[in-house]
């Protein structure tokens, strides 16, 4: 109940294209849910996050579809571009925690081909 | 404004050894977490501080320890290193330790023990 499921392993795709990257929960006590961006070598860095009350969000070119029913959310990237190479991270957080405790997905390996 | 910052970067020790990890925290957070990543995998929470106590705890054994200084930097420490304990060592620092304040996770360190 405390994983993530995270699809696909890896990812390519064209300049210009749109990956989609999915993930799974089981706990609905998550109540926020992160998308990280990581390049070798650095630490994740976030790109953009959801409440479980709001069904899209975008920021820029990112957007996180949310599916709470279906306990399924989605990073959607449009009009991709090579310096989008890198492995993502979905993650979900009890809201209401104290500790902050990220429970990360296994991650996706993306390659924007020029 | 400072970013989080990891010493030392790369750290290569033996069986049983022991080992202690650095972590400075961004510049007016108080909150630092501690997440283990093995290769290929999504980070996992190991513990996070708090004003200098441990708030919250991963499944990880008690040979990992930590601790936060009055200037809110961190240390790992991991006794009697085992074969599986060879990961990226993350840390990452927060405003505050729980809700939905972004965690900034620093460039890590690499641990390889042998």
């Known amino acids: 109940q405390q994983q993530v499921k995270q699809s696909p392993q890896s990812l390519i795709v064209q300049k210009g294209g749109i990956p989609i990257i999915n993930c799974a929960y089981e706990?609905?006590?998550?109540?926020?849910f992160p998308w990280y961006q990581q390049f070798p070598g650095k630490g994740p860095a976030l790109l953009i996050a959801?409440?479980?009350?709001?069904s899209e969000k975008k920021e820029g070119r990112f957007t996180i579809s949310f599916n709470k029913s279906a306990k399924q959310f989605s990073l959607h990237i449009m009009d991709s571009q090579p310096g989008d190479s890198a492995t993502y991270f979905c993650?979900?957080?009890?809201?209401?925690?104290?500790?902050?405790?990220?429970?990360f997905g296994q991650g996706t390996t993306l390659q924007v081909k020029p | 404004e400072t970013g989080v910052t990891q010493s030392p970067t790369h750290l290569i020790k033996t069986r049983g050894q022991q080992v202690t990890l650095r972590c400075s925290s961004q510049?007016?957070?108080?909150?630092v977490s501690w997440y283990q990543q093995a290769l290929g995998q999504g980070p996992q929470f190991i513990f996070q501080?708090?004003?200098?106590?441990?708030?919250g705890r991963g499944n990880f054994p008690p040979r990992f320890s930590g601790l936060q200084f009055p200037n809110y930097s961190s240390e790992l420490n991991v006794n009697a290193l085992e074969l599986d304990d060879s990961a990226l060592y993350l840390c990452?620092?927060?405003?505050?330790?729980?809700?939905?304040?972004?965690?900034?996770f620093g460039p890590g360190t690499r641990l390889t023990v042998l």
């Open positions: 706990n609905t006590a998550f109540d926020y």
């Open positions: 990452a620092s927060s405003l505050n330790p729980g809700g939905t304040d972004t965690q900034y």
């Open positions: 993650a979900a957080r009890h809201g209401s925690s104290n500790t902050g405790k990220l429970i």
């Open positions: 501080y708090y004003r200098e106590e441990e708030n």
């Open positions: 959801i409440r479980p009350d709001v």
């Open positions: 510049s007016g957070h108080n909150t």
